[in-house]
């Protein structure tokens, strides 16, 4: 999944593509989160918890990878993010937390944020690449 | 001292943001090292520090200083983008990300 495909890195194809793939591998390692996060809560036998641990390996590689060409300090920022208010959003839904305006509030101005940084990002080229 | 373990689960979890940097430049064993040992340090201190604070209050200070942290280190350890929008919206995202934490 996360292989580089040499034919498809060559010129043009660069840019908005691989840029496209690499918020999606951010996002997914973000969804992955909310699963460990949610299963370091509340796994209660063997099954669960080598979810949660395929959870946690998923997210970090997926994240690894993304930061091949995103800058880290955003992808972090997002990553965080989406694993934060995802986390709300499931806890809401399947655990019957209390739902508040002032999380709506904040999931909005998080997502306000990520799409800023989607906006505003350039990527770097891999290293060797150009060298 | 709980404050103290927090900070140093924050500061973990920086040197894991650390080391996935070094692992897409180099993949052997001491960048690994680096990742898993920063992110495994962040964790037990912070179950630690968790004994005394309270659980929201300490999730937030800990996400909200490996967020920081990552930002300052991408700024200036690897020359990522000080343009004001980015910090502007990064903040925004650690802003929301604390508060959440705060009020769950």
């Known amino acids: 999944m ?4 040499p034919g498809f890195y060559l010129d043009n194809y660069r840019g908005a593509n691989n840029m496209k793939r690499d918020w999606n591998l951010v996002f997914i390692a973000g969804l992955f989160e909310i699963g460990w996060v949610v299963g370091l809560k509340h796994a209660y036998n063997i ?12 997210s970090m590689h997926l994240l690894i990878v993304a ?5 880290v300090g955003t992808t972090y920022a997002v990553f965080t993010g989406i694993g934060t208010a995802g986390t709300v959003i499931f806890e809401i839904a399947v655990f019957g937390e209390p739902f ?4 709506v509030f904040l999931i909005l101005l998080l997502l306000y ?19 | 001292m709980a404050w103290i373990y927090l900070i140093i689960a924050g500061v973990g979890e920086v040197v894991g943001v650390l080391g996935i940097n070094q692992v897409n430049q180099k993949k052997n064993t001491s960048s690994f090292l680096v990742l898993f040992g920063g992110f495994l340090l962040s964790f037990v201190f912070l179950s630690i520090a968790m004994e005394t604070i309270p659980m929201s209050t300490a999730y937030a200070v800990w996400t909200g200083i490996g967020t920081v942290g990552s930002a300052l ?4 350890v690897f020359g990522e983008s000080k343009n004001w929008r980015r910090i502007l919206f990064i903040s925004m995202i650690l802003l ?7 009020i769950s």
Do not use: C, H, Q
């Open chain 1, 2 to 5: 996360s292989d580089i495909v």
């Open chain 1, 47 to 58: 099954g669960t918890w080598v979810l949660t641990a395929i959870a946690i390996y998923m």
């Open chain 1, 67 to 71: 930061t091949k060409r995103l800058p």
């Open chain 1, 100 to 103: 508040k305006l002032m999380k």
């Open chain 1, 113 to 131: 944020g990520v799409i800023g940084l989607k906006t505003i990002t350039i990527e770097t080229t891999d290293e060797g690449e150009n060298a």
């Open chain 2, 73 to 76: 280190v991408g700024m200036f």
């Open chain 2, 96 to 102: 929301s990300a604390v508060g959440l934490k705060l």
